[in-house]
């Protein structure tokens, strides 16, 4: 340094400052060698975590499918919801945030910290916490959001049944994928959080409704609050679909059904397409696809008149006495008796040691085929069904579809039971005993049919000996180019039953409803000719002096099952009143409303009135069956 | 004044205070926009700030140092008054008790006991001349003088600014020297006591600064809470590279992810959108700026300069040290600013003030 001016003495002083210099300079080199580690060395690495900072990616839920009735009324679309997530990774101090946001929505807070702390995954990977929040709720919460790090709302879509409780058990609910679904096999693919359908509709074609989730890349600031958009791939929305049940007449169902705890299940016997499915009670599938609350699932399940059940297709009854058209295409086909083979009925025949009873005390005289469906003699039905022997009966009902799955596109059908002496020895390790046979007969013991079944089996008869597997879907819509395109319905297979066994039977059934003494002669319609067999199955065992003072729950179970017009039918009906007492006072009503219903609507007047013999029809049809 | 007096590394000075007042002010917008208080963007105020700073630079630089020395020890004594009334008239601010105010006019007596410690430890090791170093008087007498504005500024609490209070006076005796082996090893043992007395004084340790030491230890163990502070520093530091995010490039900055912005944090900020390249550079024009502090020293004509000078040098250093490190994550978070760069007022007053002396000592030189 030039120009020095101190005195010799305090050269030490200037030693010292060099060396003071020195030490700065060293801590200039330690200091910029530090940063060079940052900067240079590291770069890569806090870039990485400055991006994690601010980039995320954001998973969007695609639309689910709308699904629609045959003529394209909606049943079932999506409706916005917000949806309100938290982001760990963005919460400073997670239980003062979660506090302060109990102020403005109601959620339990506790549970949520809780929740936060245990939960291990990406920190950035945002926690649904609560859905559907009302716009009070997300008013308040984006206007305080500023003191909200890490709370998000997102708006999404919520499933919506248009129509309320109508079709419930047919149309089902969705869901978040539950823990135990992604453990199977079926869901091992799918993302958690993901929206399946868990019932009905829902579940048989969630594939088809899914939809595939878009992404975008968000920038984020510090509060973790979406800033931009940086890059989007759009959600692919799901497939429509359009099913096969007509809207005016499941309506009409519904309300005929009312609150009487049953069902009503209505298809075209030409295709086997499904028109109407009724189960009572039902449920508020609204409500389940929501996130329903833990409290309101239990009252659901422990419901003892099961709402969640599809009697449709869940519930196994005793067919009753409309069991007889199958024991009756039985003694036809095996030839086991000619149509026109009369029986005595008084009132009762005795087996064995046991007395076996007619319903109608005193009987109903002489019976040949016709009459026994007619008037729906039990006695006629013992002598034949004994004569043709418990497997005999059995191979008819498979033939009619009973005993078997129908396999139609819903879940958890169940198959109902046709006994044998083969499932007897195995299942109950038990040989069979011919007095069984009798009840078997009259649709009673052992047999158990479902409503859809039955509707099957009388839809066979309807379309002359073509049984067709009972479905929903007819129609899709592809979500990007709008091409609706057809389901190709499965092929109806041929039943092993004469035509002329089976015009038979159809005459009897026409009886039913439009001779005097027809079991349902009171639901008659003016509008269009109906054939049908009331059953009225035992529920307990009734004594010999009939009583209506029984209480409800072991009333007799109503059965009515029709098809309409008696010539060309297109719609065949099966309805079930739990504990209902008759078929023919308490089930055939609802059916004729329902048969009814889809007429109405057809365009041109009805068939019965295309009919000019209509009225010489009755009178004939009074004078015969004796 | 003599004309001469004034040579090419001066301009040289100029040059680099002005580059980094620019910096300073450009970074200071860049975050900030035009987000200012009452109406005034803030890299305006800083702006108004750095001019007023000149201007007391000027008058730093004009009255004859060896004046106010000779009035060290009154305006060390109205100093501490000062600080003395802070507690019973101060306003508060932010959890501390820093500032008096006149009229409308508030400034910080800790900033002035700077001054005033600066020249009465100057006045007294002048006076001592010592030789050989400082014997134990000296140095307990000059403790003494330390101690009491510190302990007062510690109370407020600003650790900062008693640290860098004490950094005069550490600065000062290293390059004076102890006399003795003797006072070499009392002093380490001192300092090494000092974890007991810190223990005593841990307990008057306020929460929040225990909190700093903690988190100076593991910022990892605490992402989201004091520890933040420096893990977003040093992300945004780093993820600037080599050549920086570019102005408004600052994604770090930009987002608010980094807390202070414009006061503690503002070299992050610059790191992240200048990169190292940048930083080198910034490192450069203050390295200029203390070497000419250290040439300052070596060329004062007196003792007294010498002393004043090193005092200066070595607060100017220390806040550089403190401010920078702790950005970088080598120092526990102490809130001091970098000088110069910094948004505040008192900083850059006192700063531009104290190179003015530096000035003011630099051309007397030649005088005798």
């Known amino acids: 340094m030039a120009g020095r001016f101190f005195p010799q003495e305090d050269r030490g002083l200037e030693n010292k400052i060099h060396w003071f210099c020195a030490l700065i300079v060293a801590g200039l080199v330690l200091l910029l060698l530090r940063a060079w580690n940052l900067q240079v060395v590291n770069e890569a690495y806090y870039l990485n975590l400055s991006e994690n900072n601010r980039l995320r990616v954001v998973e969007t839920p695609p639309p689910r499918g709308r699904i629609y009735d045959r003529n394209g009324a909606l049943l079932v679309n999506n409706i916005p919801s917000f949806n309100l997530y938290l982001v760990r990774g963005d919460m400073p101090d997670q239980e003062a945030v979660v506090n302060r946001l109990a102020l403005y929505s109601k959620i339990e807070a506790d549970q949520i910290i809780e929740k936060l702390k245990k939960e291990k995954g990406d920190a950035y990977r945002p926690m649904k916490i609560k859905e559907d929040l009302s716009l009070w709720e997300v008013a308040q919460i984006e206007g305080h959001g500023l003191d909200l790090p890490g709370v998000k709302i997102e708006a999404e879509f919520k499933r919506h049944a248009v129509s309320g409780m109508l079709g419930a058990h047919l149309l089902g609910y969705v869901s978040e994928v539950t823990q135990k679904q992604l453990a199977s096999e079926k869901y091992k693919d799918t993302k958690a959080g993901t929206i399946v359908g868990q ?101 659901l399940l422990e419901d003892k008149k099961r709402p969640l059940t599809n009697r449709v297709i869940q519930g196994q009854y005793p067919p009753g006495s409309t069991f007889k058209i199958v024991v009756a295409a039985a003694i036809l086909e095996t030839q086991t008796a000619s149509p026109a083979r009369e029986v005595e009925c008084r009132g009762f025949t005795r087996f064995g040691n046991r007395k076996f009873r007619d319903w109608k005390v005193g009987g109903h005289g002489t019976v040949n ?171 307990v065992a009734r004594p010999e002096k009939e009583t209506d003072i029984l209480p409800e729950a072991f009333q007799d179970h109503a059965w009515f099952v029709a098809f309409a017009p008696v010539d060309n039918p297109e719609i065949a009906v099966a309805v079930l009143v739990e504990n209902g007492g008759h078929g023919g006072a308490a089930a055939a009503p609802l059916a004729t409303r329902v048969i009814e219903s889809y007429f109405l609507e057809q365009e041109g007047p009805p068939p019965l009135a295309k009919n000019e013999n209509a009225p010489a029809l009755r009178l004939e049809s009074e004078g015969a069956g004796a | 004044m003599d004309t001469r007096t004034i040579c090419g590394f001066d301009r040289l000075l100029f040059i680099a205070l002005f580059l980094i007042l620019a910096m300073g002010v450009l970074s200071i917008y860049s975050v900030t926009g035009s987000l200012g208080t009452q109406g005034t963007p803030l890299y305006l105020k800083q702006i108004h700030w750095i001019i007023l700073g000149w201007l007391v630079f000027l008058v730093m630089a004009w009255i004859d140092y060896r004046e106010f020395a000779r009035f060290a020890y009154p305006i060390y004594l109205v100093t501490v008054l000062t600080l003395a009334l802070v507690p019973i008239i101060g306003r508060t601010g932010m959890g501390a008790k820093r500032w008096l105010t006149l009229g409308s006019f508030s400034f910080q007596p800790s900033e002035l006991a700077k001054i005033g410690i600066l020249l009465a430890l100057a006045k007294y090791f002048s006076d001592a001349a010592p030789k050989k170093g400082l014997n134990l008087r000296q140095l307990l007498t000059a403790s003494g003088l330390l101690l009491l504005p510190v302990l007062f500024i510690l109370k407020q609490p600003d650790l900062g600014t008693a640290l860098s209070i004490s950094s005069i006076f550490l600065s000062m005796v290293f390059v004076l020297g102890l006399r003795s082996r003797f006072l070499i090893y009392f002093s380490l043992i001192s300092m090494m006591i000092s974890p007991f007395v810190g223990h005593f004084g841990w307990n008057h340790l306020k929460d929040y600064q225990k909190k700093r030491i903690f988190t100076f230890m593991n910022p990892a163990e605490d992402p989201t809470g004091t520890g933040y502070q420096i893990i977003q520093s040093k992300i945004a530091i780093g993820s600037g590279g080599f050549f920086g995010k570019g102005l408004f490039g600052g994604t770090q900055s930009q987002l608010k992810f980094l807390p202070e912005r414009h006061t503690d944090f503002i070299f992050s900020v610059f790191a992240e959108q200048w990169g190292f390249l940048g930083v080198l550079v910034l490192f450069i024009l203050f390295f200029l700026v203390i070497l000419w502090g250290i040439e300052v020293a070596t060329l004062s004509k007196d003792t007294l300069g010498s002393i004043i000078a090193v005092g200066i040098v070595g607060h100017f250093s220390f806040y550089f040290f403190v401010n920078v490190g702790m950005t970088l994550g080598v120092m526990p978070v102490v809130g001091v600013p970098l000088p110069l760069v910094s948004y505040g007022g008192s900083a850059m007053v006192t700063t531009l003030g104290l190179l003015g002396l530096l000035l003011n000592i630099k051309v007397r030189r030649l005088i005798h």
């Open chain 1, 199 to 299: 019932y009905g509709i829902e579940q048989s074609y969630d594939a088809m409704l899914q939809g595939v989730p878009g992404e975008k890349r968000i920038e984020v600031d510090v509060l973790g609050h979406e800033r931009q958009v940086i890059r989007e791939r759009l959600p692919q929305r799901g497939d429509d679909i359009f099913l096969s049940l007509d809207l005016k007449v499941q309506k009409t169902a519904e309300a005929a059904l009312a609150t009487r705890p049953g069902a009503i299940v209505a298809l075209d016997p030409r295709n086997g397409e499904v028109l109407a499915m009724v189960s009572h009670p039902a449920f508020d599938p609204n409500i389940l696809s929501k996130g329903a609350s833990s409290e309101v699932w239990a009252a």
């Open chain 1, 369 to 539: 085929l016709h009459r026994s469906l007619v008037e729906s003699c039990d006695i006629y039905y013992y002598e034949m069904g004994h004569e043709l022997g418990v497997d005999a009966i059995a191979a008819a009902s498979f033939s009619f579809g009973l005993g078997a799955l129908t396999g139609i596109d819903l879940p958890f059908e169940k198959p109902g039971l046709i006994p044998t002496k083969a499932w007897k020895l195995k299942a109950l390790k038990e040989q069979w005993y011919p007095g069984e046979t009798l009840s078997v007969a009259i649709g009673q013991g052992f047999v158990s049919t479902t409503p859809l079944q039955l509707a099957t089996m009388v839809g066979a008869v309807a379309s002359n000996g073509v049984w067709h597997t009972p479905h929903l879907l007819i129609k899709r819509r592809d979500y990007k180019t709008g091409l609706i395109s057809e389901i190709d319905p499965q092929q109806g297979r041929r039943i092993p039953v004469s035509n002329a066994a089976l015009r038979v039977i159809k005459g009897g059934l026409a009886g039913v409803v439009s001779e005097k003494k027809g079991t349902a002669m009171k639901s008659r319609s003016d509008l269009v000719s109906i054939a049908g067999k009331t059953g009225t199955a035992q529920v």
